[in-house]
């Protein structure tokens, strides 16, 4: 089984980037399962229905999130009827929506890290509930870890290696060159990087962002223009055992 894994994508440019190579992605690499995370999609912050709907009209099986997701409220009964659309799994029990999906024979989970991110419920031990409580789990499971912190990251891939098969980072924005098969068979990368514009800062505006830090007010950021990149991981995994068998980082910029 092929999976890509392509990471938070900004706003109308990150969007079009998708709709783009997506659909070319998939034929090139006969790709199984694309996850993308649609963290902040809409305006460059949260996910609307019309954009989610886009997403998953490019060639999108699962959307995944993050800290932003509550970002538009129109949002919220989509979360509550559609498999598709993840928050993450442990946030507080109760809130609209659900922290994982079965796509494809693949268990799709969506966490968030605690380390310079907020309150949230432990993500280790929220994804040791789950994998104890869930009857009949495929083999092959990916997690999409939205999380600050690098040392969160390859602490909860090397919790779970062996368990599942692949521990995604998103959130930072900024692709890392540690991709790599875990000693028990987790593909890991501490971050797949984002899908939007490449004159930017994580995204944004670069004038926005620089008078932020310049004044210390909070200017209101809007994703930039131009060229874009497309940042994504390949994953190749045996259907049966559930064990990652290669990862590769794919990487398309527009003209």
């Given at each position: 089984?092929?999976?890509?894994?392509?990471?938070?994508?900004?706003?109308?440019?990150?969007?079009?980037?998708?709709?783009?190579?997506?659909?070319?992605?998939?034929?090139?690499?006969?790709?199984?399962?694309?996850?993308?995370?649609?963290?902040?999609?809409?305006?460059?912050?949260?996910?609307?229905?019309?954009?989610?709907?886009?997403?998953?009209?490019?060639?999108?099986d699962?959307?995944?999130?993050?800290?932003?997701?509550?970002?538009?409220?129109d949002i919220?009964?989509?979360?509550?009827?559609?498999?598709?659309?993840?928050?993450?799994?442990?946030?507080?029990?109760?809130?609209?929506?659900?922290?994982?999906?079965?796509?494809?024979?693949v268990?799709?989970?969506?966490?968030?890290?605690?380390?310079?991110?907020?309150?949230?419920?432990c993500?280790?031990r929220?994804?040791?509930?789950?994998?104890?409580?869930?009857?009949?789990?495929?083999?092959?499971?990916?997690?999409d870890?939205?999380?600050?912190?690098?040392?969160?990251?390859?602490?909860?891939?090397?919790?779970?290696?062996?368990?599942?098969?692949?521990?995604?980072?998103?959130?930072?924005?900024?692709?890392?060159?540690?991709?790599?098969?875990?000693?028990?068979?987790?593909?890991?990368?501490?971050?797949?990087?984002?899908?939007?514009?490449?004159?930017?800062?994580?995204?944004?505006?670069?004038?926005?962002?620089?008078?932020?830090?310049?004044?210390?007010?909070?200017?209101?950021?809007?994703?930039?223009?131009?060229?874009t990149?497309?940042?994504?991981?390949?994953?190749?995994?045996?259907?049966?055992?559930?064990?990652?068998?290669?990862?590769?980082?794919?990487?398309?910029?527009?003209?």
């Amino acid at each position: 089984m092929l999976i890509l894994a392509i990471g938070d994508v900004i706003g109308k440019p990150g969007r079009q980037a998708v709709e783009r190579f997506l659909p070319q992605l998939r034929q090139e690499y006969a790709v199984d399962l694309a996850v993308v995370n649609a963290e902040n999609v809409a305006g460059g912050i949260g996910v609307t229905p019309e954009t989610a709907a886009d997403l998953l009209q490019a060639g999108a099986d699962v959307l995944t999130s993050g800290n932003h997701i509550w970002a538009h409220k129109d949002i919220l009964p989509i979360l509550n009827s559609e498999t598709t659309l993840l928050r993450p799994l442990n946030y507080p029990p109760g809130l609209p929506g659900r922290g994982f999906t079965i796509v494809k024979g693949v268990l799709v989970v969506n966490l968030i890290g605690r380390t310079f991110m907020g309150n949230y419920d432990c993500p280790f031990r929220a994804m040791d509930r789950l994998l104890n409580e869930l009857p009949d789990r495929p083999p092959v499971a990916y997690v999409d870890f939205h999380a600050e912190a690098t040392s969160e990251k390859v602490a909860l891939s090397y919790y779970l290696d062996g368990r599942v098969s692949a521990v995604m980072g998103t959130h930072t924005h900024v692709g890392t060159i540690d991709a790599r098969i875990m000693p028990r068979g987790t593909a890991c990368v501490t971050d797949i990087g984002m899908t939007g514009p490449i004159d930017s800062i994580i995204g944004d505006e670069p004038q926005k962002v620089i008078d932020r830090f310049l004044t210390q007010l909070p200017y209101r950021l809007s994703a930039a223009r131009g060229k874009t990149l497309l940042n994504a991981m390949l994953i190749r995994v045996d259907d049966a055992t559930g064990r990652a068998l290669s990862i590769q980082r794919i990487q398309r910029e527009t003209d």
